[in-house]
């Protein structure tokens, strides 16, 4: 009997370690999106973006219809669809226009098995670039990251993003959201792996835009 309750014990204690408690408990508190305020525009500024990020815009644009991002381009290289830093816009286009992003249009021509959205939209259009002086747009992507290390035998951790879209000029924050992710270590009795909330829309960042963002 007695074996059979330090048996017990010593697997709460590695549940315990793994993190299950503390993530479902803060899933509960505040993970999810919120709305407060609804707006319409044609676009945003990603303060976390570069470049690279064009898929992300893609994703943005087949699910909300909002036609341009703005971002800054801290490291650009011949190799990169920018070659130069500073602000830059990426829009879409009708294909053929003269600021089509070749880089871009090359990789999206390079796929083999698209989606059905990469393939009809490549038929038709480009994902275009131009530089630009400052940000125009009115509205702003931001996220956040914050590592909370729960220690113990296994040092799983959680991680916290809050990702929120404001107005620019006066910092009012329109909507966010909250996720929370379980990195566990690999080797313990509930093996090594990634558990996030059940309460996200998938994905969760599109969902945001499409929550607060209306494409006019």
Known sequence: MK????????????????????????????????????????????AQCGSSCWGQFLETYER???????FYESRAYKWKEVTTN???????????????????TEKLDSYSQP??????????H???????????????????????????IFSSKI????????ERHSGRI????????LNRVSGSRIDGGEQSCKVYANPATPYLYEKVIVSN
């Open 3 to 46: 074996f059979k309750v330090l048996t017990l014990l010593g697997g709460l204690l590695v549940i315990a370690g793994c993190g299950n408690y503390e993530h479902t408990k803060l899933c509960k508190k505040d993970a999810g999106t919120v709305v407060y305020k609804q707006v319409n525009a044609e676009g945003f500024y990603h």
């Open 64 to 70: 909300t219809g909002l036609s341009f991002m703005e």
């Open 86 to 104: 500073g602000y830059w816009r990426y829009f879409i286009a009708k294909k053929g226009h003269s600021l089509c992003n070749k880089k871009i």
């Open 115 to 124: 989606d059905e959205f990469t393939a009809e939209f490549r038929k038709t």
């Open 126 to 152: 480009c994902i275009a670039s131009k530089k630009i002086t400052e940000i125009e747009a009115k509205y702003s992507f931001e996220n956040s990251k914050e590592v909370i290390d729960l220690g113990g």
């Open 159 to 166: 991680v916290k993003v809050k990702s929120i879209i404001l």
């Open 174 to 181: 329109l909507g966010e959201t909250i996720e929370y992710s």
